[in-house]
């Protein structure tokens, strides 16, 4: 799989910002999105160190899926150290080369790409799934476990599956609060690039059929902590 990364890898915060200001406009929020996808690929990363994110070295892995039967169709792994230090709303500068040279080892390409992180809902409105969108060209959701920013009601919140509740910022919609399975936590779902919404939700619930995380994330999150623990790629 080809990518064009239009940028340098910053160094620093300042230079990390201004990538983030100019590519912003990039990003498309209103879709469509594929409607029907017949590859979708889900993309995590695991740390060394403390396990949440500050560590030096990390594994990303990237899982292509059948959309329509969820079985893996390819995957690809990526270990590295990254050099960015860490800095909240700038996560994906740690993150993103190494998910970048994961996908360059896919002959698959994904119709649509699932991370487990935000895309619009950030504080700059710019996370890893605007950026891996903008990037790669390919429809991108973020599907996070726990919100960065934004607020909603609880108590709006259905305890179905598929009740959902928009995710505000300022007065700004910046993605849905998503309930995958009854009764369970829900899920922080917001667009990247080439999706809109109702999209990218809908998409979600047919990738989460019986847990709460989508089996794009879950299979994505074991694969990097196994290259983890190997220290291969």
Same mark, same amino acid.
């Given at each position: ?82 050099? @960015? ?40 409105? @710019? ?18 476990? !726990?919100? @960065? ?30 309930? !995958? ?9 917001? !667009? ?42």
């Amino acid at each position: 799989m080809q990518i064009d990364v239009p940028h340098e890898w910053p160094a620093g915060e300042a230079q990390a910002l201004e990538i983030q200001d100019r590519l912003r406009a990039r990003a498309d929020h209103r879709g469509p999105g594929p409607r029907e996808p017949r590859f979708v690929a889900g993309l995590d990363v695991a740390y060394a160190g403390d396990g949440n994110g500050k560590g030096d070295r990390v594994a990303a892995a990237v899982v292509v899926l059948d959309a329509r039967t969820l079985a893996p169709v390819e995957q690809a792994t990526a270990v590295a150290e990254t050099s @960015f230090p860490y800095i909240p709303g700038l996560f994906a500068f740690r993150e993103l080369p190494a998910l970048v040279e994961a996908l360059r080892k896919l002959s698959t390409v994904p119709d649509l790409l699932v991370c487990d992180g935000h895309g619009l809902a950030h504080t700059r409105r @710019f996370g890893l799934a605007c950026h891996l969108g903008v990037i790669t060209g390919i429809p991108t959701a973020g599907v996070a476990k !726990t919100p @960065f920013t934004g607020s909603y009601d609880p108590a709006a919140l259905g305890p179905e599956r598929g009740a959902s509740v928009p995710l505000d910022d300022g007065g700004e919609t910046v993605g849905r609060v998503l309930r !995958t399975q009854r009764g369970v936590k829900p899920v922080y779902v917001s !667009t990247g690039h080439r999706i809109d919404l109702d999209t990218a939700c809908r998409h979600v619930l047919a990738l989460a059929p019986e847990y709460r995380l989508p089996q794009t994330t879950r299979l994505a999150d074991r694969l990097c902590r196994d290259a983890l623990a190997s220290g291969g790629a």
